[in-house]
């Protein structure tokens, strides 16, 4: 007898010689620390604090093995122009791009990953600068360029241009047409995080000349993908709305980044839709 | 001892209980100036300033507004709730530089908290709570807008209450609740302390009341601990109005 292995369910204790039915839930998130802290692990001071949707899977629904690609992402408008292909003088140069490196910059596994959902999220368009290459064109981003080798840092001085930061209808736009380009391989559901605009500590009474300010900038945006959502149908990772439940004060280490209970309540938000989109009971039987 | 002259604030209010909130308020920024009075050297001594308040609502007269502060709340907005969005940001745009030029203070608008209940069946479910959870976020950009094309001062409640959490605090954007009253109080009365008081209340009696306060680090203090600032207690009916919806 193959024993059943359903969300929720008791799991029957599998006699000597049974197949043993394990249903694989593949994930591809392109984004950066928000997600992975919260859906791979959060490592603090070189300690695990918090062990990310695999665990929180296993507790939870019974055989069901979580497989995550994480792709970091530089931005919405890099995404689109790259075409799987480095520029040669990239692959020649070992420049220390630290977490984005050229293969995840110049990555086309956004829309042709074999998965059963993909995870998105808006912080690199809120935050990421790009430079364009000036006679190539191609746009890049230097993870802390003012750490580099003085040679690079001349080169890339001398190559590249920086470019202005993402409008949010630019932004929206660019997001529509990579969920476009995602569809037309597979109907996989796509969430999308959004980010929470509370910053510590910020007391800003008059907003007169500050018009871009980082928790401005981030209800904006999330205004504009609560407007995408409602075009497309794509999932909103409603993080601002779970931080404002549980209170930003105890879940944020900084502005950006969340702590081990903050990433445990995000993973599990992370779940309820999975579950509530069917990919839980539709995971692939291994 | 030097004298101080009176602190003069217009509150809107949308619903009778909201005045349970205001009063709060200014009975923490009582006791805040009360507390940093008494904590002054000899020299620097002043006499806390009495406060004079006023309720009023959509309706009234804004010429009928004592000369001093206004603090208005986006839940008036909120309430309209099937209005247009663009009909009422022009509305709130064209009321707020009205009362900006009506009153000689400085004008205040409270943001929303952003979190909504759930709604049952009846009351439109789902779909309700996230048109309601849109248009909240929508009305607190607005308020960040109006604030960079006006000049007003916004009291970000919804910063201040999303920092402690709607679980913690037991309530949602209606503000019920006690704490929830009381860190919402706390932050009104902060915002005042920061940018509503410099005409009126002595320089050396405003910063030692700014300190006292401590902002929204010293609201979160206070709140972890269940100890917001002490209300001076009932009114003293001297320097007092009490009138309006």
């Not at chain 1, 480095?86 to 110049?106: C, D, H, K, M, N």
């Not at chain 1, 580099?148 to 932004?171: C, G, H, K, Y």
């Not at chain 1, 794509?234 to 502005?255: C, P, Q, T, W």
Request: charged residues 20%.
């Amino acid at each position: 007898m193959i024993p059943a292995y359903w969300p929720g369910g008791a799991v029957a204790k599998p006699s000597r010689g049974a197949v043993i039915r394990v249903r694989r839930l593949n994930l591809f998130l392109k984004g950066n620390l928000d997600l992975r802290d919260s859906l791979h692990s959060l490592r603090l001071n070189g300690t695990v604090c918090w062990n990310g949707l695999g665990g929180l899977l296993r507790d939870r629904f019974s055989g069901i093995h979580c497989r995550l690609l994480h792709e970091t992402w530089t931005r919405s408008d890099a995404l689109l122009a790259a075409d799987g292909t480095i520029p040669v003088e990239l692959t020649q140069r070992p420049l220390p791009l630290g977490a984005y490196s050229p293969a995840s910059q110049f990555s086309q596994a956004m829309f042709t990953a074999p998965v059963d959902a993909v995870i998105l999220s808006i912080q690199p368009d809120t935050m990421s600068n790009l430079l364009r290459h000036r006679t190539q064109g191609y746009l890049l981003h230097a993870d802390n360029p003012w750490e580099w080798p003085q040679a690079e840092q001349d080169w890339l001085r001398a190559s590249f241009d920086p470019i202005p930061r993402l409008e949010v209808a630019d932004s929206m736009a660019n997001l529509e047409r990579i969920i476009e380009r995602r569809r037309q391989f597979s109907d996989a559901p796509i969430l999308i995080y959004n980010q929470s605009p509370v910053v510590p500590g910020e007391a800003i009474d008059c907003h007169m000349g500050l018009e871009n300010i980082f928790s401005t900038r981030v209800r904006r945006f999330n205004l504009g993908l609560i407007e995408l959502s409602q075009r497309t149908g794509v999932s909103i990772i409603d993080v601002d709305s779970i931080l404002s439940r549980h209170g930003a004060e105890s879940l944020k280490i900084d502005a950006l980044h969340l702590n081990a209970d903050g990433c445990r309540r995000v993973a599990e938000e992370v779940v309820r839709v999975l579950d509530d989109l069917g990919c839980l009971s539709d995971a692939q039987v291994a | 001892m030097e004298m101080s002259a009176t602190i003069a604030i217009n509150i809107q209010i949308v619903r009778g209980r909201d005045r349970a909130l205001f009063f709060a308020a200014v009975e923490q920024l009582r006791g805040c100036l009360v507390a940093a009075s008494s904590a002054l050297s000899q020299e620097q001594k002043v006499s806390p300033p009495n406060i004079a308040y006023r309720f009023f609502s959509d309706n009234d007269d804004t010429a009928e507004l004592m000369p001093g502060a206004v603090i208005l709340w986006l839940f008036a907005a909120l309430a309209q709730g099937n209005e247009p969005f663009h009909t009422t940001a022009a509305r709130l745009h064209e009321s707020i530089q009205a009362l900006t030029l009506a009153v000689n203070g400085p004008v205040f608008l409270c943001t929303l908290f952003r979190h909504v209940p759930p709604f049952s069946e009846a009351e439109g479910g789902e779909a309700r709570r996230l048109w309601l959870r849109q248009r909240i976020r929508r009305l607190n950009l607005l308020a960040t807008d109006l604030s960079y094309s006006t000049g007003i001062n916004i009291i970000d409640l919804d910063r201040t209450l999303a920092h402690l959490g709607a679980g913690p605090l037991q309530t949602d954007v209606r503000l019920g609740g006690e704490r929830a009253t009381a860190a919402a109080a706390d932050t009104i009365c902060g915002a005042l302390l920061a940018a509503g008081l410099d005409d009126v209340v002595p320089e050396a009696l405003l910063n030692r009341s700014q300190k006292l306060h401590g902002g929204l680090a010293g609201i979160m203090h206070r709140a972890e601990r269940g100890q917001f600032l002490r209300p001076a207690g009932r009114p003293n009916a001297d320097g007092e109005e009490h009138v309006g919806a």
